[in-house]
């Protein structure tokens, strides 16, 4: 063999592999953010190195639901609120394309609150609609960040549901968790009251003296609720990526029915609390939660200034499956009756006023049903099935369906004393609940109406 050649070709090989290792080091690799709507996350990130990641959000106004009944005309990013949430690895450098949907009736840009630099991004992506804009930031503190629009009035634009999370996932890399969700607190200010249906428009009044009708989970009423609810196994730890959209009220986030194991105080990456009820998340803010579900059930997820749950709208729920474990919850294990006044019916004050003067059989259902609800599915349960031993049911009575009137003058009167309802005796008391005749007539007519029961209308009339 030529020794010359041989030569050559060892020099040819040295050279080819400088140039290979060259070229890998100048390229770093680029990939696409992979965006996901609440309450869904995005993937962990595996890699261990930098990359280019680029994030391609459009905003969109669109009209959608608030509540049952309630529309509202919100202004998003990705066409939800929240927006969608955003996940890149510390260190890495991500290309923001901002684009304004041609239909938009306003400008909007983005305040990534992950930014180091002039305004979060905010001047930097401000586009007309029908327009798209670009620009780059380098993710370098890890944590859990509120992105929003801050296009002016920037408090309006907040309040129509432009907000959303990004989580840069640090380095050194948060523990393993089974299941995690992404979850964002925000609040509506609307012209009518709270539940008023139609079409509602934004209120600068309301929003000004921070009097929200509204304060939601992910966008809407019931938006985590029933079948809509967010799920895991007994077992499984749980990790809830929590923000705060505003636009102005604080949240004291809790779980009923679980303690947070750790917390990452408002957004950052040390787990610095251990078995906390309720945390802080402040308006343009985060916190993460972790907890283990030890037993089955369904928690609740709620701003612990609990009128905003029960009357605005804050509650979601977690159903967790799985065997049960009587060493951690027993569950009911007894109910006797406690009379602390004496057996005399009490009175228990109840205002539910119906909103519209009853008129059509339609009308006088759906007040009865407003009614129920409020009243007496605490006892009689949702679907009127009732608590044996303890309330009997409603869903179809023999009791309730043997006698209109007698069943008319339980709820003028209250009861008490022993009574046998399908079979299983009863002997416990029905507060006088100080209902006006036409809620009588309305919600008997409802509870006739419903779950197979003998579909009797009651007037107002024979109320009296
Ligand atoms: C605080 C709990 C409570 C509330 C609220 C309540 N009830 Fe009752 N209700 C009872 C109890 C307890 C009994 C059984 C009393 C007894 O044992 O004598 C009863 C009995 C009845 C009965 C007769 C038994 C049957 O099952 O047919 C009817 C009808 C009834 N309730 C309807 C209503 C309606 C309608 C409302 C709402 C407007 C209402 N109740 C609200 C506790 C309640
Ligand atoms: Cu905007």
């Known amino acids: 063999m030529n020794p010359f050649k041989r030569n050559r070709i060892g020099i040819s090989i040295v050279i080819l592999i400088f140039f290979v290792v060259f070229s890998m080091c100048g390229k770093e690799t680029t990939e696409e953010a992979k965006l996901t709507y609440a309450p869904q996350v995005p993937p962990h990130i595996e890699r261990d190195?930098?990359?280019?990641?680029?994030?391609?959000?459009?905003?969109?106004?669109?009209v959608g639901r608030l509540a049952d009944g309630v529309e509202y005309t919100f202004w998003t990013f990705g066409g939800s609120v929240p927006g969608p949430m955003i996940r890149v690895r510390e260190g890495d450098t991500v290309e923001f394309h901002l684009k304004n949907h041609p239909t938009s009736k306003m400008p909007h840009n983005i305040d990534l609150h992950a930014v180091t630099g002039q305004g979060g991004g905010a001047a930097a992506s401000l586009t007309i609609p029908g327009h798209a804009s670009k620009f780059s930031f380098r993710a370098l503190n890890p944590g859990l960040y509120i992105y929003h629009c801050a296009t002016s009035p920037v408090g309006m634009h907040i309040a129509n549901g432009m907000y959303g999370l990004i989580f840069v996932q640090p380095k050194d890399d948060l523990p393993k968790v089974d299941k995690e969700y992404y979850v964002v607190q925000s609040e509506f200010y609307t012209k009518g009251k709270n539940g008023e249906p139609g079409l509602q428009a934004f209120s600068m009044e309301k929003a000004i003296t921070e009097i929200p009708d509204y304060v939601v989970f992910n966008g809407s009423v019931g938006s985590m609720v029933e079948d809509r609810?967010?799920?895991?196994?007994?077992?499984?730890?749980?990790?809830?990526?929590?923000?705060?959209?505003?636009?102005?009220?604080?949240?004291?986030?809790?779980?009923?029915?679980?303690?947070?194991?750790?917390?990452?105080?408002?957004?950052?990456i040390l787990p610095n609390q251990k078995n906390?009820?309720?945390?802080?998340?402040?308006?343009?803010?985060?916190?993460?939660?972790d907890f283990t579900v030890d037993v089955p059930g369904t928690l609740i997820l709620v701003d612990h200034s609990i009128f905003r749950t029960f009357n605005k709208g804050s509650l979601g729920m977690l159903k967790v499956e799985g065997v049960a474990n009587s060493n951690?919850?027993?569950?009911?294990?007894?109910?006797?009756?406690?009379?602390?006044?004496?057996?005399?019916?009490q009175r228990m004050v109840t205002e539910v006023k119906p909103k519209v003067a009853a008129k059509t059989k339609e009308e006088i259902l759906a007040n009865g049903e407003r009614v129920y609800k409020s009243v007496c599915s605490a006892c009689?349960?949702?679907?009127?099935?009732?608590?044996?031993?303890?309330?009997?049911?409603?869903?179809?009575?023999?009791y309730l369906n043997a006698d209109k009137q007698r069943a008319i003058q339980i709820l003028k009167k209250g009861l008490s004393g022993p009574i046998t309802v399908n079979g299983q005796k009863y002997n416990n008391v029905m507060p006088h609940l100080e209902l006006t005749n036409e809620e009588i007539a309305s919600v008997l007519s409802y509870v006739y109406n419903q779950w197979g029961n003998k579909g009797y209308m009651v007037s107002e009339q024979e109320a009296k």
Request: net charge negative; aromatic share 8%; charged share 20%.
């Open 328 to 345: 951690i919850y027993s569950g009911k294990e007894e109910d006797t009756v406690y009379l602390p006044e004496g057996p005399a019916i």
């Open 49 to 62: 190195y930098e990359a280019k990641v680029i994030v391609n959000m459009e905003t969109v106004e669109v």
């Open 229 to 268: 609810s967010i799920t895991a196994k007994v077992g499984e730890k749980v990790r809830l990526y929590v923000g705060n959209g505003g636009p102005n009220l604080v949240s004291s986030f809790h779980v009923i029915g679980e303690i947070f194991d750790f917390i990452y105080a408002e957004g950052g």
């Open 276 to 289: 906390v009820q309720t945390t802080l998340i402040p308006a343009g803010g985060s916190a993460i939660v």
């Open 380 to 398: 009689h349960m949702k679907e009127g099935q009732g608590v044996t031993g303890v309330f009997p049911p409603l869903a179809k009575s023999d």
